[in-house]
């Protein structure tokens, strides 16, 4: 795998690392969009989903986008039609952004270094612009009030999320997503080394604080306010329509993906499987795959989660997160450490 | 945040950073044009967003410098937070589609005045102090250092302005609550 990088030249190494991109942006959200949102709903409701276009309707996605992609992309008449028009692409640069940090094995990432973490934070932020453009530009009442609840949500969640990442970051003693990996893979549990150290073990107050507030970051249900359908149509999408809806539609579900990739990366070790060297070549063809699993384990916790909780109230959002995450999460910093400098 | 810098630099280690100064180029002619927009549109949300395409030229430059710190937190405090609480406030209250007159009308002059002299000051000052400095760009700057820089040498600074911000913020819960 090195061998042939190395031959390979900047530009050529450049486009392989954008279709890397694009399959695990798109690849992944249509796997989330079948297997959860189609399929495992369903079976939770006692029926069994799309049945008719190809086996056990594993091509019902396929015509989902044919009938997206045929319809006209509508603006409305008072919009403001270069900021609705570029709203949904903002909003996905900002997942392929996400992407850019993730390693998928000791040699398979995108860059790898000291940003890491830092810089997903940083432009995990910028998806709130597009929101909010998406919400003013279409010139509707339920749009502007879902962009509103939107930014209001995504602000307070970001706080929690950033700061359960730091007791990682201190445990890790780096912010680099591939050294925190490694940090997992060779490290031991009081001397005790068998399966590494992920940190979902020591670091769990940081892992529930982590999986909540991202479910409120993809406002996903319980948090889904900004989306309410009962309310507001469909917030800030509303007066979307054809490709750009589809956009929008893409967009949820890859950043559902590669929020859960980043947590598996802090949380269950990344692209690691017990039982092998960490520097063996074989994870650069299996760890994407390894990922790739407990991406979908930790979206099935999301999807669970989304299908099984009633809506909570604007109130009741905001004091949870900042009435007890965020003290929550300063207490797991501080123990942190503690338990850092006196271990 | 100079070209000479860059330039400077590459004379220096004896080989030309073509791709930068390319890049410092385009960078810059986006920002030039996204400022002159910003405060020449006549739709407050549109001078916001503009805005945005200047911090994030600026951020950009960081990154052309080897600043890696310093670019991803100006994305992260300056358009994931500054911006969207702007743009926020402004929705809150008025939103209005279309042009409005009432932005940026008889106070034209003297915002021109201030900017120019403002401009004036500060390239005078900066070139008077650092035109002989010289950026060496070997490697990106890393997280460490930086963290090492704040928390010996500038450890002073960093508590006042830390115990600046908790005051702020005690300030702004005390205006905000009716009692």
Known sequence: MIGVLSELSYWQVTSIRVVAGLVAVLLVAGTLVYAHLFKMVSFMQSRLGPMEAGPYGSLQLMAEIGKFLQKEDIVPRRADRFVFKAAPFVVLTSTFLLLVVLPGGPDAWFISNDLGIYLAMAVSSVSVIGILMAGWGSASKYSLLGGLRATGQLIAYELPLLLAVVGVVIQAETMNLQEIVLAQANGEIFGWGVIGNPFIITQFAGFAIFMIAMQAELTQTPFDMPVAESELVTGYMTEYSGLRFLLFFIGEFATAGVFSAIAAVLFLGGWYVPGLDPADNLFNVIGPLVLFGKVVLLTFLVFWVRFTFPRLREDQLQRLAWKFLVPLALANIVVTGVLKVVV | ?179
């Open chain 2, 1 to 179: 945040m100079t070209p000479a810098g860059v330039l400077a630099a590459s004379a220096a280690s004896g080989d030309l950073f073509v791709a930068q100064n390319v890049f410092f180029g385009v960078i810059a002619l986006v920002m030039i044009v996204s400022a002159i927009r910003c405060v020449t549109t006549r739709n407050v949300v549109h001078a916001a967003l503009w805005l945005v395409l200047v911090l994030a030229g600026a951020a950009a430059q960081f990154i052309l410098l080897g600043s890696e710190f310093v670019a991803v937190t100006q994305v992260l405090v300056y358009i994931g937070a500054i911006i969207v609480l702007f743009l926020f406030g402004i929705m809150l209250t008025k939103a209005s589609m279309g042009d409005d007159d009432s932005v940026a009308g008889e106070k034209r002059l003297m915002a021109g005045l201030v900017a120019v002299l403002l401009a004036v000051v500060m390239g005078i000052a900066l070139v008077d102090s650092y035109s002989d400095t010289r950026v060496v760009i070997d490697e990106p700057q890393r997280f460490a250092a930086v963290s090492d820089a704040i928390f010996s040498q500038y450890i002073v600074a960093f508590e006042a302005v830390s115990v600046l911000l908790l005051a702020a913020l005690i300030g702004a819960i005390v205006v905000a609550r009716k009692e």
